[in-house]
């Protein structure tokens, strides 16, 4: 029993016959297939997915309302049996990155009823019709196939266009992947070439081309072998004349160059610099929040809701969430300034404020008093907060204090 059981084997079959493609819009067959997974094996591809998915899978994955209580209370621990939250994220995002469409498929129980989700990774994907049901059918690597109804599959997508489902692929990034391979291999001959002694002279008494190529090869190997005993000297018979080394300057690409063409895959990916070596805070962290993480979040948010939730659950508050404390990622004084706003004004409790400072919450349920500005209130019950003290435990080893 493998994965593929785990997942797919207690899902029913399609019920009704079976009658070909969905017919699209716009004419394109409903097909995905995996292809240009290639561009991961390059060392500046796999850092721009890699700190995406790094920052995508912080964020905090939550079900509310009461339906499917079954389901929502395993998916506040996990989304299946084999991955956590952060690991399921981190790999939906890479799949996301690298194909411009990643599936989600809910993991049946005994009963047949989803008891989880799973990201998937088919070779090919094609939505079909049984019945006059619509299906998404995957074909695996070991030639494993499994059908489910599409009302029940999550499909995320970037750069939808000519496909009513899908995503577009990743060609418009392979003339930069051509010269990212044109450069590594400029860098790796210039090595190469430098390591080499290259050298031209005249040889005497030699009638024929058999003659000079035996010579050409007893020499190397006596001199230039990497066993060849000489200790770095070189010794010429009398035959040689006019000897002059060759200076091979191999040409490579500028230093400029190389970060016009590093830049453009980061652009694709939407990182920079500063997001790669984990320096963004502000302004900058705020940028890359809005214009990467937050849109995964949402369109996560709205897919995993779409397939777990009927229309009737979802109009009575039943959804699945994924949002991030954008406040932790702030400069230290940045934070203060907004914790402070939120104590005067009764807008969090203490635990929301040591959470933003990376402090654990108050024993006792201490920290869900709500302060206010003047007299410290809290808000559920007009009770007077006795103490607002900083205390040498609400401290942590950097010295940062709690609220």
């Not at 750069?159 to 899908?166: A, E, I, K, L, T």
């Not at 397939?307 to 932790?328: H, Y």
Request: glycine letters at 8%; a negative charge.
């Amino acid at each position: 029993m493998g994965l593929f059981d785990f997942i797919f084997g207690k899902k029913p079959t399609p019920k009704g016959t079976y009658q070909g493609d969905f017919k699209m819009l716009t004419g394109y067959a409903p097909h995905f297939t995996r292809w240009g997974s290639d561009a991961y094996e390059s060392e500046v591809v796999r850092a721009a997915i890699g700190i995406r998915a790094t920052h995508i899978s912080k964020l905090r994955v939550e079900t509310q309302g009461s339906a499917r209580r079954a389901l929502q209370a395993k998916l506040k621990h996990a989304p299946n049996q084999f991955q956590t939250w952060s690991q399921f994220l981190y790999r939906l995002s890479t799949i996301l990155d690298m194909h411009n469409t990643a599936f989600i498929v809910p993991v049946f129980d005994e009963f047949g009823e989803p008891s989880g989700i799973y990201t998937p990774l088919p070779n090919r994907a094609q939505i079909v019709q049984y019945g006059g049901t619509p299906y998404l059918r995957y074909e695996f690597t070991w030639g494993d196939t499994a059908a489910v109804e599409m009302e029940f599959c999550g499909v995320m997508t970037k750069y939808q266009y000519r496909s009513d489902f899908f995503g577009e692929d990743n060609h418009a990034l392979y003339p930069t992947m051509d010269l990212i391979s044109i450069q590594n291999q400029g860098i790796q001959e210039g090595v190469k070439s430098a390591a080499t002694y290259r050298f031209m002279a005249q040889i005497n008494n030699f009638t024929n081309a058999e003659d000079l190529a035996k010579e050409r090869k007893r020499f190397t190997a006596e001199n230039l072998a990497r066993d060849a005993e000489g200790g770095g000297l070189l010794l010429f018979p009398s035959t040689y004349k006019d000897i002059k080394q060759i200076d091979v300057k191999p040409w490579v690409i500028d230093a400029d160059q190389m970060k016009a063409i590093k830049d453009n895959v980061y652009e694709y990916f939407g990182v920079n610099e500063d997001i790669l070596t984990n320096k963004a805070v502000g302004d900058a962290w705020s940028a890359f929040y809005e214009g990467a993480i937050e849109p995964f979040a949402i369109q996560f948010s709205e897919v995993v809701t779409k397939m777990l939730f009927t229309l009737r659950e979802q109009s009575q508050g039943n959804k699945v969430t994924a949002t991030a404390n954008r406040i932790q990622y702030m400069t230290n004084k940045d934070k203060l300034e907004v914790t402070n706003g939120w104590a005067d004004r009764g807008m969090a409790s203490i635990d929301e404020m040591r959470e933003v400072w990376g402090l654990p919450p108050l024993p006792d349920g201490k920290g869900e008093a709500i302060p206010i500005r003047g007299e410290y209130y809290d808000l559920r019950n007009g009770d007077r907060i006795q103490s607002m003290t900083v205390t040498e435990d609400d401290t942590d080893d950097e010295g940062n204090q709690s609220v």
